[in-house]
């Protein structure tokens, strides 16, 4: 029970007040004290007869304009504001008192922590975040803000400290605590970029994973070089991300990068759209590369690109020049050409699909990006990154990552690799359904098995298909790099003849 008591401020007002209560036995909870005119009351719910003639009574007291029942008071909206505030944000966040024991701890805070908040609550915050000493610092003669670098665990993190001063009745202040949030490295190098506004190449790549961090210092030192570059990598990894970002660091940066998908080029048009096209000695079409003149030229998919457009790719690399389709006059090609696939271009090559000759020219400069699945450390940050982006993009709320949708985001095959996971944050923020946690539910993954592929309720058939289908995958997947039975054979450590009854069995022809 609430009561709002507009009145007018008096000394000895709360104390009539309180005399009032007490004759009808009432114990207050709480009270707010307002400088506009307005006293708030909270006490145990009573019945409607006591409160029919407790209002009354309070209406007597000297001063008291009204009174009336409310939903709740200011101190109690402003404690839930907080909560939700905290809540919302995607830093942890702790209050801490002079001997720098926590008083109030965020969700973001404890899932970083992997603690409740009853096991840290009076606790020291030096016992979880390490590389900063708290307690010496508020003890200090003079408590200024501090920024510091900290550790929870093996996770880095830039802590921001601020000290909390109260007024003391000398109108001077009192320190009682400070407020203590934690950015990871990934939020820090966002909010700078978003600063500078600008774009700087690799700095938008996140990479907490060994691996993605060595894939970074390879492709940082290859952007600064002209070669052709090769990116391997299977669908979604970032392969264009990539390339652009290898373009923003290198010396042609200030002009163009054209991206281009040869899956998407058909075959008739390929080389007119690469190369441009002249009728009677007129240009009537200027090519990806003419336009890209002294930029970077992004061939992706390259495996997909026609047999005739490899031919005059090929000659463009070797020597620098092209023809428009139509013309005789040899066009020089001022531009650096990175290439992506996600097929192994040396099977290709064996099999005559991609030339031999060609795959030598772009594969000069090479790496890999790995799939989600092998650097799974970045997972968690990634997740969090896109959570942040969309929810500011569709002015939503930014949620928390439950628990259990942690271990389902690591254990995930991930088999659209950045992609998916990206795809998969936005459906679940524009759906947005009020809750405070991003849930396994709300994430709405196919349920996929690696090696196997995707499967559901509706799958037909029994374990021995099943088997099948992984056997035949696997054979066709392996034939090519061992290209004769016994080799094979030896491979999977089984016998010559099996290995023939099999691939007899599958229709799986011998490669050419």
């Known amino acids: 029970m609430r009561l709002e008591v507009s009145c007018q401020d008096r000394v000895g007002l709360a104390k009539d007040i309180l005399v009032v209560l007490e004759r009808y036995g009432i114990n207050l909870i709480a009270i707010d004290a307002s400088n506009q005119g307005f006293l708030y009351l909270q006490f145990a719910e009573v019945s409607f007869e006591t409160l029919s003639a407790l209002m009354p009574q309070i209406r007597k007291v000297e001063s008291v304009h009204d009174v009336r029942t409310v939903s709740f008071m200011p101190s109690e909206q402003e404690h839930y504001a907080l909560k939700t505030l905290l809540k919302t944000l995607p830093d942890s966040v702790f209050s801490i008192d002079v001997k720098a024991r926590i008083r109030i701890v965020n969700e973001s805070a404890l899932l970083n922590m992997g603690m409740g908040e009853h096991e840290v609550l009076d606790e020291s915050l030096n016992h979880w975040v390490q590389g900063f000493n708290f307690s010496r610092w508020l003890s200090e003669g003079q ?52 600063l500078q506004n600008q774009t700087t190449g690799f700095e938008n790549v996140l990479a907490s994973s060994d691996k993605m961090k060595e894939v970074l210092k390879q492709a940082r030192r290859m952007a600064q070089l002209d070669a052709p570059l090769l990116i391997t990598g299977e669908t979604g990894t970032g392969k264009e991300l990539m390339a652009r970002a290898s373009h923003d660091a290198s010396m042609r940066r200030e002009k163009p990068f054209i991206a281009i998908n040869c899956a998407a080029l058909p075959d008739s048009a390929a080389e007119e759209e690469l190369f441009g096209y002249v009728s009677q000695g007129k240009v009537i079409k200027r090519g990806f590369f003419e336009e890209a003149k002294g930029g970077t030229v992004f061939l992706d998919e390259v495996a997909e690109m026609s047999k005739a457009a490899q031919v005059k790719l090929l000659r463009l690399l070797q020597d620098g020049t092209f023809r428009r389709i139509g013309g005789d006059e040899e066009v020089r090609a001022d531009v650096r050409i990175i290439c992506s696939t996600q097929k192994n271009l040396a099977e290709l090559c064996q099999t005559g699909e991609f030339r031999e000759d060609l795959y030598y020219r772009i594969h000069v400069l090479s790496y890999h990006i790995p799939s989600l699945r092998e650097r799974k450390v970045d997972i968690i940050p990634l997740t969090e990154m896109f959570l942040e982006h969309y929810s500011q993009q569709l002015s939503s709320p930014v949620r928390r990552i439950s628990a259990q949708c942690r271990d389902h985001l690591l254990t995930y095959a991930w088999p659209g690799n950045v992609r998916q996971l990206k795809n998969a944050v936005f459906r679940a923020v524009s759906m947005w359904d009020g809750s405070g946690e991003l849930t396994v539910e709300q994430l709405k993954l196919p349920s996929y098995a690696e090696g196997f592929g995707y499967f559901d309720n ?21 034939y090519p790099a061992y290209p004769s039975t016994r080799q094979l054979a030896k491979k999977l450590g089984v016998s010559h003849t099996a290995i023939a009854n099999k691939l007899r069995e599958y229709k799986i022809a011998k490669p050419k």
Do not use: C, H, W
């Open 458 to 478: 509706a799958f037909e058939g029994n374990l021995d298909d099943a088997m099948k289908q992984f056997e035949a995958s696997l054979l066709r997947r392996l």
């Open 143 to 194: 408590v200024l803000p501090q920024a510091a670098r900290v550790n929870i665990g093996q996770n880095e993190y830039l802590a921001e400290m601020l000290p909390i001063y109260l007024p003391d009745e000398d109108e001077k202040t009192i320190l009682v605590g400070a407020v203590v949030s934690l950015k990871s490295p990934a939020r820090v190098g966002k909010q700078f970029n978003a």
